[in-house]
């Protein structure tokens, strides 16, 4: 008899489950709260511009690489238009300082020792680990929880070249990392990248993936994106529904056996996978009932990666201007306890399909901590002013960086971590999931609780920072897992 499957949630990881499930002979139905698919990999529609919620960047945009393998098993990556750019970031610091973050890390340890040669011991130790990454394959395909006691040494033998280079960068901070640089401004622009409480593999894995090529911006953003997923589903006889929240998992002598939604209606199923946010899951859906230790402390301590971004709609042409830019504010910017001395801008100028002909869509990002909105959220007003007064000082950083866009501002569009919280029900709009220190090492989150059959759990909370790459391998993980306790072989999709 065919297993029936329940998948909570139609992000990344829910369809990615679903595909892997449909193709290996499971029956499997989506249920989606929203009208569309993607979750937090989603865009939507301003004034005729398309506001893009997501990808900055995706991994696996490359033909041949190892993601690019792995997204083709779940959409056609290999139908869309992909943008890469040759310079990732131009991070401006004041005083006629730019770093730019060259995609080629050839051209970017040139590029770096121009500005500081003091630096050259630290600048040549980070580009060549970069270059020793980006040749690597790593050992993604298969889910830990399938390993044999000969996986291990094969797999150690095998990543030797790259492991003694994470090694040492996975268990120091960015920050700590980059404290040796001896010049203030590379030290600073360097730290701006990304968060400087994440591990220095992080930073390097990016540089690395930017070397390859394999870190480009599909066009049409990030519910374009997403659509492509659902369609493989649907091609496969998976079924969604949109508008069907869910407002319990039904649980019967310790094993999941169904959901009920808000609505009152019921349906029942052989296996219960969540997609949904964890904390959604484990405290609302399951009752705070199968909760580990793990769980308990890591939402009690690790602080989470939100932001609150800016969209802004000009009637002009940027597409003669910089593409990515962080720029130094004259006054940081407090949101919350995040003090934001730089500023991100996005002109998308390099995807005319977000804003109408002969116009453009810029996009600003901000760190933001969800406290900061969410103590004003109940009150409209006050709500209101807040983003109002955060859009206005984006607007004037804008309008001095883009001379080009004063007085032909057309929209505006203020998304808080209380949107995204809102909209899909993530913890503290947490879009990258916790921010997990170095000293933590390799950090998961089990696909299973302690205590319940029946159910698994998926998406970016279980190996976090997932983003969109990680989140669609747990999907695919969690069927190899059922695939093997079911004692058939797992069919992926042939990739030519």
């Given at each position: 008899?065919?297993?029936?499957?329940?998948?909570?949630?139609?992000?990344?990881a829910g369809l990615s489950a679903g595909i892997h499930a449909c193709r290996n002979g499971y029956d499997v139905e989506i249920f989606e709260k929203n009208s569309v698919p993607g979750g937090l990999c989603t865009s939507w529609?301003?004034?005729?511009?398309?506001?893009?919620?997501?990808?900055?960047?995706?991994?696996?945009?490359?033909?041949?690489?190892?993601?690019?393998?792995?997204?083709?098993?779940?959409?056609?990556?290999?139908?869309?238009?992909?943008?890469?750019?040759?310079?990732?970031?131009?991070?401006?610091?004041?005083?006629?300082?730019?770093?730019?973050?060259?995609?080629?890390?050839?051209?970017?340890?040139?590029?770096?020792?121009?500005?500081?040669?003091?630096?050259?011991?630290?600048?040549?130790?980070?580009?060549?680990?970069?270059?020793?990454?980006?040749?690597?394959?790593?050992?993604?395909?298969?889910?830990?929880?399938?390993?044999?006691?000969?996986?291990?040494?094969?797999?150690?033998?095998?990543?030797?070249?790259?492991?003694?280079?994470?090694?040492?960068?996975?268990?120091?901070?960015?920050?700590?990392?980059?404290?040796?640089?001896?010049?203030?401004?590379?030290?600073?622009?360097?730290?701006?990248?990304?968060?400087?409480?994440?591990?220095?593999?992080?930073?390097?894995?990016?540089?690395?993936?930017?070397?390859?090529?394999?870190?480009?911006?599909?066009?049409?953003?990030?519910?374009?994106?997403?659509?492509?997923?659902?369609?493989?589903?649907?091609?496969?006889?998976?079924?969604?529904?949109?508008?069907?929240?869910?407002?319990?998992?039904?649980?019967?002598?310790?094993?999941?056996?169904?959901?009920?939604?808000?609505?009152g209606n019921r349906v029942s199923g052989d296996l219960v996978i969540s997609a949904a946010d964890l904390h959604s899951t484990v405290y609302g859906l399951l009752k705070g009932k199968y909760l580990t230790e793990k769980i308990?402390?890591?939402?009690?301590?690790?602080?989470?990666?939100?932001?609150?971004?800016?969209?802004?709609?000009?009637?002009?042409?940027?597409?003669?201007?910089?593409?990515?830019?962080?720029?130094?504010?004259?006054?940081?910017?407090?949101?919350?306890?995040?003090?934001?001395?730089?500023?991100?801008?996005?002109?998308?100028?390099?995807?005319?399909?977000?804003?109408?002909?002969?116009?453009?869509?810029?996009?600003?990002?901000?760190?933001?901590?969800?406290?900061?909105?969410?103590?004003?959220?109940?009150?409209?007003?006050?709500?209101?002013?807040?983003?109002?007064?955060?859009?206005?000082?984006?607007?004037?950083?804008?309008?001095?960086?883009?001379?080009?866009?004063?007085?032909?501002?057309?929209?505006?569009?203020?998304?808080?971590?209380?949107?995204?919280?809102?909209?899909?029900?993530?913890?503290?709009?947490?879009?990258?999931?916790?921010?997990?220190?170095?000293?933590?090492?390799?950090?998961?989150?089990?696909?299973?609780?302690?205590?319940?059959?029946?159910?698994?759990?998926?998406?970016?909370?279980?190996?976090?920072?997932?983003?969109?790459?990680?989140?669609?391998?747990?999907?695919?993980?969690?069927?190899?897992?059922?695939?093997?306790?079911?004692?058939?072989?797992?069919?992926?999709?042939?990739?030519?």
């Amino acid at each position: 008899m065919t297993k029936k499957i329940l998948i909570i949630g139609a992000g990344i990881a829910g369809l990615s489950a679903g595909i892997h499930a449909c193709r290996n002979g499971y029956d499997v139905e989506i249920f989606e709260k929203n009208s569309v698919p993607g979750g937090l990999c989603t865009s939507w529609q301003r004034k005729g511009y398309t506001v893009d919620g997501c990808i900055h960047w995706l991994v696996g945009t490359r033909p041949g690489s190892q993601f690019n393998r792995l997204w083709r098993e779940v959409c056609a990556i290999d139908q869309m238009d992909i943008v890469n750019h040759d310079i990732f970031m131009n991070i401006e610091g004041g005083e006629g300082k730019t770093l730019s973050l060259y995609s080629d890390l050839d051209r970017l340890e040139e590029h770096l020792l121009e500005l500081s040669p003091d630096d050259e011991g630290l600048i040549r130790k980070i580009c060549d680990a970069g270059r020793v990454v980006a040749k690597a394959d790593f050992p993604l395909e298969k889910p830990s929880e399938l390993y044999k006691f000969w996986d291990m040494p094969l797999m150690l033998l095998s990543m030797m070249p790259v492991l003694r280079v994470m090694g040492h960068l996975s268990r120091v901070s960015i920050k700590e990392y980059l404290g040796e640089l001896k010049d203030p401004f590379l030290k600073e622009a360097l730290q701006t990248v990304m968060p400087a409480g994440y591990s220095m593999i992080s930073l390097v894995s990016t540089l690395a993936s930017l070397h390859s090529g394999d870190a480009g911006f599909p066009v049409g953003g990030s519910l374009n994106f997403a659509r492509f997923l659902e369609n493989t589903f649907l091609d496969l006889g998976g079924r969604v529904h949109y508008r069907s929240g869910v407002q319990e998992i039904i649980v019967e002598k310790n094993r999941a056996t169904g959901l009920q939604f808000e609505n009152g209606n019921r349906v029942s199923g052989d296996l219960v996978i969540s997609a949904a946010d964890l904390h959604s899951t484990v405290y609302g859906l399951l009752k705070g009932k199968y909760l580990t230790e793990k769980i308990k402390e890591s939402f009690a301590h690790l602080p989470v990666y939100s932001s609150a971004q800016i969209a802004l709609g000009a009637d002009c042409d940027l597409s003669g201007e910089a593409e990515k830019i962080a720029v130094k504010m004259e006054q940081p910017v407090t949101l919350g306890h995040e003090h934001n001395r730089y500023i991100y801008l996005t002109n998308y100028a390099f995807d005319p399909t977000l804003a109408p002909a002969g116009k453009t869509l810029l996009q600003a990002t901000l760190y933001s901590s969800y406290e900061h909105w969410k103590a004003s959220a109940g009150e409209e007003e006050s709500y209101r002013r807040k983003k109002e007064q955060l859009a206005e000082r984006v607007i004037k950083a804008a309008e001095k960086r883009f001379p080009a866009i004063k007085g032909r501002l057309e929209m505006t569009d203020v998304a808080t971590p209380v949107t995204y919280s809102r909209y899909t029900g993530v913890y503290k709009g947490a879009y990258m999931a916790w921010i997990v220190p170095p000293e933590a090492g390799r950090f998961r989150i089990p696909k299973e609780l302690p205590g319940l059959d029946d159910f698994f759990q998926i998406g970016q909370w279980v190996e976090p920072p997932a983003g969109l790459p990680g989140s669609m391998l747990t999907g695919r993980h969690v069927v190899q897992i059922l695939c093997s306790r079911d004692r058939k072989p797992f069919r992926a999709a042939a990739v030519s």
